[in-house]
Nanobody
């Protein structure tokens, strides 16, 4: 129910924009966010945005990444600028979706972001 797109290969200093669409007959969407995970490491928060538009970011991406959402399109975005090789990871979309039976947390399938030096 969460489909990500926009990952790829980019040189250091470049930009990418990730998108994540929530599909189906959604009653409401609460918080949405992006996480990332490297092989052998725990998944970590990158950025989150509430239904009201409040945001929070990991310290490592503050000033470089911007999370936003389009509630009419059930979509959350992650604009990533000034990318660094250490941003290389699989990025996962996360959202609390309510299909009418109460909110439940969903994860996307992940999209690879690779930043070359």
């Amino acid at each position: 129910q969460l489909v990500e797109s926009g990952g790829g290969l980019v040189q250091a200093g470049g930009s990418l924009r990730l998108s994540c669409v929530a599909s189906g007959s959604i009653f409401s969407i609460n918080g949405m966010g992006w996480y990332r995970q490297a092989p052998g490491k725990q998944r970590e928060l990158v950025a989150r945005i509430t239904s009201g538009g409040s945001t929070n970011y990991a310290d490592s991406v503050k000033g470089r990444f911007t999370i936003s959402r389009d509630n009419a399109k059930n979509t959350v975005y992650l604009q990533m600028n000034s990318l660094k090789p250490e941003d290389t990871d699989v990025y996962y979309c996360n959202a609390a979706l309510d299909y009418g039976l109460g909110p439940r947390v969903y994860w996307g399938q992940g999209t690879q972001v690779t930043v070359s030096s």
